[in-house]
């Protein structure tokens, strides 16, 4: 059969569209916070109002992980793979031509949806096609799309947006600057990528496998060059496990391990979308002019491209979990110099963020990894989606809590805590697993 069947590719263009897609996701985890001055200034509201916007994106997202888990457990990871990018692209395109702010907010919100449904099928099918001995590095390299996103719409944003002075001159004037649009209209871009997924991404062979569908399966693996041990071995897993979607997650033999995934999660979901979100405006809090909040934003995503990469190669070489725990409290420190900023320096700023992205967005994607390599493939976009979208809560409140500390000092040693948390729940998940062997292979576990 293999000599009849003509080789479409590798994994590595797969993984190369997965890094597209996680892009789309990093470009809109950074927009907001990027152009949130800019909103301010156009539709002339406060912080809470557009923090308000912010939670209730990140929740419909939420929404969008927890559906979209299952239903990539049954219907498998292609299609919502593109359909999420699909309605992304469209409906954060249209930010840019929103006349108010309820219409602006809609936009956000629907958008939250359809990206939601994207990253548990992405997760699953990464390592699906990924050698068992590299998944986390796959599962890293396919996640740097997401600081490369932040980086990409921090270097348009710089390009475009006005200054705080420029702003402060315009308000004054009555007169509202769009240069806001140009960033959301960059989102409608990633539709580019649609054609291409349609016609040439395939459909997990791990999946079709533990469905039964054998022969499509086997078709695929040798026009994409996987092993076809790797693929038996998930559908044993598969087979011995039972039932799979939710009521394998949350079984016995799983429940506890789901319980601290998701709280780390959490933790992380704090991390990310608060300091993100907050901090070029914190920075100008601080007493710091000019764009230099931004190119804060622009180090912690440099930082987040450097941990990720780093951080996957070596769990790859050992436990996941024993690098995570490290990342966290780097991310602590990190915090505790970003919060006294105004009395070290800009050069102290931008070093912390730098160290913030590396820590924070490195061990988020360790953990995601760690998740798809702890479940079969027939519970792999539940496990993903239930963790990831109850951690959400994380993600809504993150926003909230630099609106809710007037000092930015305050706000930052909040987010502290949480690292230190994290590295706390980490070392409970790894006395619970006993740093016993992992499902999928002997390095890709906690």
Same mark, same amino acid.
């Given at each position: ?31 907001? @916070? ?12 406060? #912080? ?6 912010? %939670? ?19 219907? @498998?990871? *292609? ?50 096609? &990924?050698?068992?001995? #590299?998944?986390?590095?796959?599962n ?11 980086i ?9 947006l ?17 240069? $806001? #649009?140009?960033?959301?209209g ?7 990528? !649609? ?14 496998? /533990?469905?039964?569908?054998e022969?499509? /399966?086997? *078709?695929?693996?040798?026009? $994409? ?5 790797? !693929? ?37 979901? !704090? ?23 931004? $190119?804060a ?10 941990g ?17 725990i490290p990342?966290?409290?780097?991310? %602590?420190m990190?915090?505790? !110099?970003?919060?006294?900023? *105004?009395?070290?320096? /800009? ?17 988020? &994607? ?5 998740? &798809? ?23 809504l ?12 000092k ?14 706390i ?22």
């Open positions: 059969m293999k000599s009849q069947i003509k080789k479409k590719g590798t994994p590595g263009f797969i993984l190369g569209l997965c890094f597209l897609t996680m892009l789309g996701d990093g470009f809109d985890l950074t927009i907001y @916070g990027a152009t949130l001055p800019s909103l301010m200034h156009q539709f002339g509201t406060n #912080r809470q109002a557009l923090a308000n916007i912010h %939670s209730a994106t990140l929740a419909a997202m939420m929404v969008g992980f927890i559906i979209s888990g299952p239903v990539a457990d049954r219907i @498998g990871r *292609r299609i919502p793979i593109i359909s999420g990018l699909l309605m992304f692209s469209l409906l954060n395109g249209a930010c840019a031509l929103a006349t108010s702010l309820s219409m602006f907010g809609a936009l956000r919100i629907a958008s939250g949806i359809f990206l939601g449904s994207v990253m548990p099928s992405v997760i699953s099918l990464v390592a699906e096609f &990924a050698p068992r001995e #590299r998944r986390q590095s796959y890293g390299i396919a996640l740097l799309g997401y600081p490369f996103g932040s990409v719409v921090t270097i348009i944003a710089l390009s475009v006005p200054k705080a002075s420029e702003l402060a001159v315009a308000a004054a004037a009555g007169v509202p600057l769009g240069n $806001w #649009r140009v960033v959301y960059f989102a409608a871009l990633f539709l580019l990528i !649609v054609p291409i997924m349609i016609f040439r991404l395939p459909e997990s062979p791990g999946f079709l496998m /533990a469905k039964g569908r022969e499509e /399966a086997l *078709r695929i693996v040798h026009e $994409w060059g996987v092993n076809p041990d790797d !693929v038996y071995a998930e559908k044993k897993l598969s087979d011995d496990a039972g039932a799979g979607g939710y009521k394998m997650v949350l079984s016995r033999k799983y429940i506890v391990a789901t319980i601290i995934f998701t709280l780390v999660v959490f933790c992380q979901q !704090v991390l990310t979308y608060g300091p993100n979100t907050w901090l070029p405006a914190m920075t100008a809090e601080m007493g710091f002019v000019g764009m230099q909040g931004t $190119w934003l622009l180090c912690m995503s440099f930082g987040a491209v450097v990720t990469y780093l951080g996957s190669r070596i769990a790859d070489q050992g436990s996941g979990t024993r690098t995570i990342y966290f409290l780097l991310a %602590s990190s915090l505790i !110099v970003l919060a006294f900023g *105004r009395e070290l320096g /800009a050069a102290a700023i931008f070093i912390a963020a730098f160290f913030a992205g590396f820590s924070i967005t490195g061990s988020t &994607a360790l953990m995601y990894g760690i998740i &798809a390599s702890h479940y079969p493939v027939s519970s792999r976009g539940s496990a993903i989606g239930f963790c990831v979208g109850v951690a959400r809560f994380g993600g409140l993150g926003p909230q809590i630099g609106a809710l500390f007037l000092a930015a305050a706000g930052l040693l909040a987010f502290m805590t949480l690292a230190l948390a994290g590295a729940l980490v070392t409970i998940l790894r006395i619970h697993e006993g740093h016993r062997p992992p499902a999928l292979g002997p390095r890709q576990g906690a």
